[in-house]
């Protein structure tokens, strides 16, 4: 396959990875900045959404498990496809250092702390907005989600931690 027929699909998939990249840093701003007392009082137009979030926000722990299983998926995803574009355009001694620079500003720009800064500023009508397609995601990584939640569950006990330490972000 010719080094250029690949570019065009590739920085196509990048750039729809970023969005979704986007959307899991934004949704977890979002969601986990929402004080308890709004879920109660949130819009009456909005209630299959607001009991889709309230569900959601029920298992923080899953969660964040949730979020961030799928942020890391599309972010290595990401890392994945810079890196072997990279590989072809670039000389060898370069590919690791060129691609580790350039995904990190894209992920940390386009992915991270734009899209969090949105989140924070728009919680309530964000929240309600991503509260069923984070429920499908859920779902569709539920096994996944599952282990994750597990083993680190199971961590945090033997290192001492607390379970239920996303809680008091819910409690605001």
């Keep these: 396959m010719n080094t250029y027929s690949i570019l065009g699909p590739s920085l196509v998939a990048v750039v ?25 009082t949130a819009p009456e137009d909005s209630t299959k959404d607001s009991r889709t979030l309230q569900q959601l926000r029920e298992n923080p722990h899953r969660l964040l498990v949730t979020l961030l299983v799928g942020n890391n998926l599309v972010n290595i995803a990401i890392t994945s496809i810079v890196t072997l574009l990279v590989a072809r355009f670039i000389p060898p001694g370069f590919t690791v250092v060129i691609a580790t620079l350039s995904v990190s500003v894209l992920i940390l720009v386009f992915g991270e702390i734009v899209p969090k800064s949105y989140g924070l500023g728009h919680a309530e009508s964000w929240s309600l907005r991503v509260a069923r397609p984070i429920s499908y995601v859920e779902r569709a990584l539920g096994p996944l989600v599952a282990v994750f939640d597990i083993i680190t569950r199971w961590l945090t006990t033997l290192i001492g931690g607390d379970q239920q330490i996303e809680k008091p972000y819910l409690d605001e």
Excluded: G, R, T
């Excluded at 959307?23 to 007392?37: G, M, T, V, Y």
């Design 16 to 40: 729809i990875l970023l969005l979704l990249s986007a959307f899991f840093s934004s949704s977890e701003s979002a969601i986990f900045s929402l004080p308890d007392d709004w879920l109660q």
